[in-house]
């Protein structure tokens, strides 16, 4: 059974940087896409960023270009993002999920393709 565990969330101010991470567990290749994405309360959740385990080929939601990047440590199955210059808008809970697709795209910016999901992290920034 897959699992996927975040941590890092918390309360920063606006201009600040968070790190979050995703520990996968019960996946034994790398054969997969990992994505973030958050929801707020009342709306849908929107893709944050995603990674393929294996090339690394990286996508982005528009509202985050440039501002976060995902990366992966294969050897300890484990992805990260990295949030700076962090803003208000930004706040919401964060979720990592995992498809066993070998082809990362756009399409991994929804909820749609993903077969298991973490419980999430709060994000909370403050004006």
């Known amino acids: 059974e897959v699992q996927l565990v975040e941590s890092g969330g918390g309360l920063v101010q606006a201009g600040a940087s968070l790190r979050l991470s995703c520990r996968i567990s019960?996946?034994?290749?790398?054969?997969?896409?990992v994505g973030w994405l958050r929801q707020v309360p009342g709306k849908d959740r929107e893709g944050v960023a995603c990674?393929?385990?294996?090339?690394?080929?990286?996508f982005y939601g528009d509202s985050v270009k440039g501002r976060f990047t995902i990366s992966r440590d294969a050897a300890r199955r484990t992805v990260y993002l990295q949030m700076n210059n962090l803003k208000p808008e930004d706040t919401a809970v964060y979720y990592c999920?995992?498809?066993?697709?070998?082809?990362?795209?756009?399409?991994?910016?929804?909820?749609?393709?993903?077969?298991?999901w973490g419980q999430g992290t709060q994000v909370t920034i403050s004006s």
């Open positions: 999920a995992l498809d066993f697709d070998l082809i990362t795209s756009s399409f991994h910016l929804t909820s749609a393709p993903y077969d298991s």
């Open positions: 990674i393929n385990m294996n090339d690394r080929r990286t």
């Open positions: 019960g996946a034994y290749a790398n054969d997969y896409t």
